[in-house]
């Protein structure tokens, strides 16, 4: 059997990934590694995701967490204690390494993609706190002490095997659960467990005192006083698991290699036998109380997160008095407040076990268990998980189309008919308590049990009742109990409780009023599958409601028209013809009223079966009515779609053309700055031919003087006289020139014949006045 343990603390992709991972707490010590797995759902098929989402890969945090799961491979069947990181990449996990409990390593080791297939898997195994150790520890106690737990009434309960968690199945009745009514909602009505259905199911005594009482800031001084242990933070009412089952005798709840699973039980007894108080006495009563902390905390009341709950701790110090609670009342108000949170939140805390065997009796069509031992009690014993190898998400969408399309005829609403409780006595002491509207207390969760909306399954008609809304005159913390806030008396609606609430009772002769608000109420609503009827004003679900509620009528009325003739047959073969009809006159009247009976009876049930043709009629006319109604939005909305695709087009083409204009706009206003650049270009080449023309000027000059100085060298060198530098030349004085140009032109003039040889050049004589000849 499967606790309700807890999903793990912490973010999850939103709150997803807490399923797989936690951060350690400041404060928190290490905590054991995660408890043993049955095979579950292969994690190499396609991933599952919640019913309207789509595959989200989730990628890793930062900084540390603490690995608390266990996985190897898809049809791995790990025992508890056995710890194994491992990187998800897509859809496989892959091994990394082995650490010791409570290992820290860093997020970034792992790998991401966490899918929702292997949230709801590692849901289920995280949820499990291992019932080979209760059930150890349960075998380990002395005779006296197991003595004292069937006084209490818990006997039948922890005597309960293993069933395998069918996650698929739980997700899919949790999307259909209305939180106002407190109800689920399915084509057929109203459907909710009851009182009853736990009895039946688990076992645990549903009569007695209420589950309430004080709730404290802190339970330290009665944990370490009543059980020696210690508080996970000052303000809380949470103790370590791995201290409470080490408390126990079960410090390390790992299987061995090799060890198969009868000598791991029987090592875990030995261990806890070792431990235990074998006679009456003070360590006794410890060693009881944290058993029915370990049991209380993590199956019955289980929260979230791996610590376990105390907060039942005052109601046990009395050991005498704790078989006085009503202990399977507050599972089922625990289990309403389960289910009334986000269908998006995947953990598998609670007792879910008695919503599954619950869904196994009521709606059989389904097919998702299979029966066993047909004889054994209490009722969960006799089924198991039957396995389905396809992915999660497939699991539930098929869960979904098969509620959608179930016969009204097909669910069991009274299927503890044919059971006795000649061997089930907590069946018989709980009959008080069944078919009544009443609270449910659990502490904080104070939830309402809706019996009238359920009179079918008290063998009534349902009648139209006005459909209750969720309202709280008080406030309640959240869900969470790491810290409780404030001291809170929760002994509410007692009164209620104690007058055993309310009888549920039917005047109805018929379900059709029922049916009709039903489907004006939540017409919408009850339909999740895939391939769902188009009734998006419930008007097919009304005429199914009525049209069943009519076939029911029908076959009554069939089975007193079946008795009716088969005793006017008995009373004319009494009467035995005329003559001893004259002998009898009663007889004969006798028979006229039975025949009179017989005929009116025929006649109801021939108008019943003409009503149930016209509802068939009706009911075919409707559904033709609105497929034809979808097609015609269908067309509608194609009509639309084509008009909002001629739009867009338009739309896009105007974003063209505009985007066109603006490219021409810079265009223009690139050539425009094109343009402005050319006539600065112009400008300046107009500036360097200027500069050109000036350059070439002074390069002539420069030539015609370079080549004055060639002659001017050539003429000095033939004249004895030193040749200077170009610049001496350009720069010599103008008399210099003037008697170079002088010398010249006389030896122009010179005779032929006269003296040429070289001789010494007389000083130059200063210059005569203007006017006057030179001297000879």
């Given at each position: 059997m499967?606790?309700?343990g807890?999903?793990?603390?912490?973010?999850?992709?939103?709150?997803?990934?807490?399923?797989s991972?936690?951060?350690?707490?400041?404060?928190?010590?290490?905590?054991?590694?995660?408890?043993?797995?049955?095979?579950?759902?292969?994690m190499?098929?396609?991933?599952?995701?919640?019913?309207?989402?789509?595959d989200?890969?989730i990628?890793?945090?930062?900084?540390?967490?603490?690995?608390?799961?266990?996985?190897?491979?898809?049809y791995?069947?790990?025992?508890?204690?056995?710890s194994?990181?491992?990187?998800?990449?897509?859809?496989?996990?892959?091994?990394l390494?082995?650490?010791?409990?409570?290992?820290?390593i860093?997020?970034?080791?792992?790998t991401?993609?966490?899918?929702i297939?292997?949230?709801?898997i590692?849901?289920e195994?995280r949820?499990?706190?291992?019932?080979?150790?209760?059930?150890?520890?349960?075998?380990a106690l002395s005779?006296?002490q197991?003595?004292r737990?069937?006084g209490?009434?818990?006997?039948?309960f922890?005597?309960?095997?293993?069933?395998?968690?069918?996650?698929?199945?739980i997700?899919?009745l949790?999307?259909?659960?209305?939180?106002?009514?407190q109800?689920?909602?399915f084509?057929?009505?109203?459907?909710v467990?009851?009182?009853e259905?736990v009895?039946?199911i688990?076992?645990?005594?549903?009569?007695?005192?209420?589950?309430?009482?004080?709730?404290?800031?802190?339970?330290?001084?009665?944990?370490e006083?009543?059980?020696?242990?210690?508080?996970?933070?000052?303000?809380?009412?949470?103790?370590?698991r791995?201290?409470?089952?080490?408390?126990?005798?079960?410090?390390?709840?790992?299987?061995?290699?090799?060890?198969?699973?009868a000598?791991?039980?029987a090592?875990?007894?030995?261990?806890?036998r070792?431990?235990?108080?074998?006679e009456?006495?003070?360590a006794?009563?410890?060693?009881?109380?944290?058993?029915?902390?370990?049991?209380?905390?993590?199956?019955?009341?289980?929260?979230?997160?791996?610590p376990?709950?105390?907060?039942?701790l005052?109601?046990?110090?009395?050991?005498?008095?704790?078989?006085?609670?009503?202990?399977?009342?507050?599972?089922?108000?625990?289990?309403?407040d389960?289910?009334g949170?986000?269908?998006?939140?995947?953990?598998v805390?609670?007792?879910?076990?008695?919503?599954?065997?619950?869904?196994?009796?009521?709606?059989?069509?389904?097919?998702?268990?299979?029966?066993?031992?047909?004889?054994?009690?209490?009722?969960?014993q006799r089924?198991?998980?039957?396995?389905?190898?396809?992915?999660?998400?497939?699991?539930?969408?098929?869960?979904h189309?098969?509620?959608?399309?179930i016969?009204?005829?097909?669910v069991?609403w009274?299927?503890?008919?044919?059971?006795?409780d000649?061997?089930?006595?907590?069946?018989?002491?709980g009959r008080?308590?069944?078919?009544?509207d009443?609270?449910?207390?659990?502490?904080?969760?104070?939830?309402?049990?809706?019996?009238?909306?359920?009179a079918r399954?008290?063998?009534l008609?349902?009648?139209?009742v006005?459909?209750p809304?969720?309202q709280?005159a008080?406030?309640?913390?959240?869900?969470?109990?790491?810290?409780?806030?404030?001291?809170?008396?929760?002994t509410?609606r007692?009164?209620?409780?104690?007058?055993?609430?309310?009888?549920?009772?039917?005047?109805a002769?018929?379900?059709?009023?029922?049916?009709r608000?039903?489907a004006?109420k939540y017409?919408?609503?009850?339909?999740?599958?895939?391939?769902?009827p188009?009734?998006?004003?419930?008007?097919?679900t009304?005429?199914e409601?009525?049209?069943?509620?009519?076939?029911?009528?029908?076959?009554?009325?069939?089975?007193?028209?079946?008795?009716?003739?088969?005793?006017?047959?008995?009373?004319?073969?009494?009467?035995g013809?005329?003559?001893?009809?004259?002998?009898?006159?009663?007889?004969?009247?006798?028979e006229g009223?039975?025949?009179a009976?017989?005929?009116?009876?025929?006649?109801?049930?021939?108008q019943l079966?003409?009503r149930?043709?016209?509802?068939r009629?009706?009911?075919?006319?409707?559904?033709?009515?609105e497929?034809?109604?979808a097609?015609?939005?269908?067309?509608l909305e194609?009509?639309?779609?084509?008009?909002?695709?001629q739009?867009?087009?338009?739309?896009?083409?105007?974003?063209q053309?505009?985007?066109?204009v603006?490219?021409?706009r810079?265009?223009?206003?690139?050539?425009?700055?094109?343009?402005?650049?050319?006539?600065?270009?112009?400008?300046q080449?107009?500036?360097?031919?200027?500069?050109s023309?000036?350059?070439?000027?002074?390069?002539r000059?420069?030539e015609r003087a370079?080549?004055?100085?060639?002659?001017?060298?050539?003429?000095?060198?033939?004249s004895?006289?030193?040749?200077?530098?170009?610049g001496?030349?350009?720069t010599?004085?103008?008399?210099r020139r003037?008697?170079e140009?002088?010398?010249?032109r006389?030896?122009?003039?010179?005779?032929?014949?006269?003296e040429?040889?070289?001789?010494?050049?007389?000083?130059?004589?200063?210059?005569?006045?203007?006017?006057?000849?030179?001297?000879?």
């Open positions: 499967e606790g309700g807890e999903g793990q603390g912490g973010d999850g992709g939103g709150r997803r990934r807490k399923k991972i936690r951060h350690r707490q400041p404060g928190e010590g290490t905590s054991a590694a995660a408890p043993e797995a049955s095979p579950v759902a292969p190499e098929e396609e991933p599952a995701v919640m019913p309207g989402d789509e989200e890969p990628g890793p945090k930062t900084g540390g967490c603490r690995i608390t799961r266990q996985i190897a491979t898809p791995a069947s790990r025992s508890e204690g056995d194994l990181i491992v990187a998800f990449t897509g859809k496989k996990a892959t091994p390494v082995s650490p010791s409990e409570g290992d820290d860093p997020v970034a080791t792992l991401e993609c966490y899918s297939d292997f949230l709801l590692l849901s195994l949820s499990r706190l291992g019932w080979s150790v209760i059930r150890a520890v349960y075998d005779e006296f197991v003595r737990l069937e209490m009434g818990f006997g039948p922890l005597r309960l095997e293993e069933l395998t968690l069918d996650v698929a199945l997700q899919a949790k999307e259909r659960w209305d939180p106002e009514c109800a689920f909602l084509p057929w009505g109203h459907m467990p009851s009182l259905d009895v039946w688990t076992g645990l005594r549903v009569d007695g005192q209420a589950v309430t009482g004080t709730t404290y800031t802190s339970y330290q001084e009665p944990v006083r009543l059980l020696e242990l210690e508080v996970r933070g000052e303000r809380s009412s949470l103790v370590g791995t201290a409470l089952q080490a408390s126990l005798g079960i410090a390390s709840a790992r299987h061995r290699t090799g060890e198969g699973q000598e791991y039980l090592r875990l007894m030995e261990d806890a070792a431990v235990l108080a074998e009456e006495g003070e006794a009563d410890r060693d009881l109380r944290r058993f029915l902390i370990l049991v209380i905390g993590k199956l019955i009341l289980g929260t979230r997160g791996d376990v709950g105390c907060r039942c005052p109601l046990l110090e009395d050991l005498s008095s704790v078989g006085n609670y009503a202990w399977g009342a507050a599972l089922l108000a625990h289990l309403f389960s289910l949170t986000s269908s998006r939140e995947t953990g805390a609670r007792f879910f076990p008695l919503l599954q065997v619950w869904a196994y009796y009521h709606l059989p069509s389904l097919g998702c268990g299979v029966a066993r031992r047909h004889s054994a009690v209490p009722l969960l089924w198991r998980f039957c396995r389905v190898e396809r992915s999660l998400r497939r699991q539930v969408t098929m869960i189309d098969a509620l959608d399309i016969p009204f005829g097909h069991q009274t299927p503890y008919v044919g059971e006795s000649a061997t089930q006595p907590w069946v018989e002491r008080p308590y069944f078919g009544r009443i609270w449910l207390h659990c502490f904080n969760t104070v939830v309402p049990l809706h019996h009238r909306l359920v399954t008290l063998g008609h349902q009648a139209a006005e459909f809304s969720r709280r008080w406030e309640r913390p959240g869900r969470s109990f790491r810290g409780i806030q404030q001291v809170t008396d929760w509410v007692l009164d209620d409780w104690e007058r055993r609430g309310t009888e549920v009772v039917s005047e002769t018929s379900d059709e009023d029922y049916f608000a039903y004006r017409g919408p609503q009850v339909y999740k599958g895939s391939r769902r188009l009734d998006p004003e419930g008007r097919i009304s005429l409601g009525i049209l069943h509620s009519t076939i029911q009528q029908r076959d009554d009325l069939q089975a007193v028209v079946d008795q009716l003739r088969a005793e006017l047959d008995g009373a004319r073969q009494m009467v013809g005329a003559s001893s009809s004259r002998e009898d006159p009663g007889r004969s009247v006798l009223q039975l025949a009976a017989v005929t009116r009876a025929e006649d109801a049930l021939g079966q003409e149930e043709q016209e509802l009629t009706a009911l075919a006319r409707t559904t033709t009515l497929t034809e109604m097609e015609l939005r269908l067309r194609a009509a639309e779609v084509a008009r909002w695709r739009e867009a087009e338009a739309a896009a083409r105007w974003q053309e505009a985007a066109e603006t490219r021409w810079q265009e223009a206003e690139e050539a425009a700055r094109l343009c402005a650049e050319a006539g600065d270009l112009r400008t080449l107009g500036e360097e031919r200027h500069r023309d000036m350059l070439r000027s002074e390069m000059g420069l370079l080549v004055l100085v060639g002659r001017s060298r050539s003429a000095t060198s033939w004895g006289i030193p040749s200077g530098s170009a001496h030349y350009l010599g004085s103008s008399e003037r008697n140009e002088e010398e010249r006389r030896r122009e003039r010179a005779p032929e014949g006269s040429t040889g070289p001789r010494v050049m007389a000083p130059p004589s200063p210059r005569p006045p203007e006017g006057t000849g030179e001297s000879g």
